[in-house]
């Protein structure tokens, strides 16, 4: 029997890489957003809209975490404070108190993790990446885009 092992590197990506792998994440779910029958979209709460070059997803009626969330903020551009309150102030007005702001190492400024403690936040989970070839970018085009 032969055995094979395949090696996982794990060395951190720069941040242009890293920003080109959020960017493509939140086009997928602000597409799938998107698709959803308005009528449909509108009884559920779900939306998006786009806050200091992030991505914030909303879907209220699931009251899940994951499906309630802004991707890529700190990352394209850096945060600030009043980004961070326009967040929270929109899953307040929908209604969402179960939401995640993601913390990446390479959110800036450096100041991003102290802002999300002072705004009553505190850590949940932990998620890595998975990027097939290092190449986030060879992406299908998409639609009208």
């Known amino acids: 029997m032969r055995v094979s092992t395949a090696t996982l590197d794990t060395t951190a990506v720069n941040l242009r890489t890293a920003a080109s792998i959020e960017a493509a994440e ?4 602000a597409d799938l957003y998107a698709a959803a029958p308005a009528g449909w979209a509108a ?10 070059g992030a991505v914030v997803l909303r879907w209220a009626a ?8 802004t991707i890529g903020l700190g990352l394209a551009a850096p945060a600030s404070r009043a980004a961070i309150a326009e967040i929270l ?13 993601q913390s990446l190492p390479h959110c800036r400024p450096l100041e991003y993790e102290n802002w999300l403690r ?3 936040l505190e850590p949940f989970d ?6 097939r070839d290092g190449s986030p970018l060879a992406l299908a085009p998409r639609p009208g885009g």
């Not at 939140?26 to 779910?29: K, N, S, T, V």
């Not at 009884?43 to 200091?52: L, N, P």
């Open 26 to 29: 939140a086009r997928a779910w």
């Open 43 to 52: 009884a559920a709460g779900v939306g998006t809209q786009e806050v200091g």
């Open 62 to 69: 699931t009251g899940r975490r994951y499906f309630s969330r």
């Open 89 to 101: 102030d929109g899953y307040e007005r929908a209604g969402i108190a179960m939401f995640l702001l």
């Open 118 to 120: 002072e705004f009553g």
């Open 126 to 131: 932990s998620q890595d990446r998975v990027v």
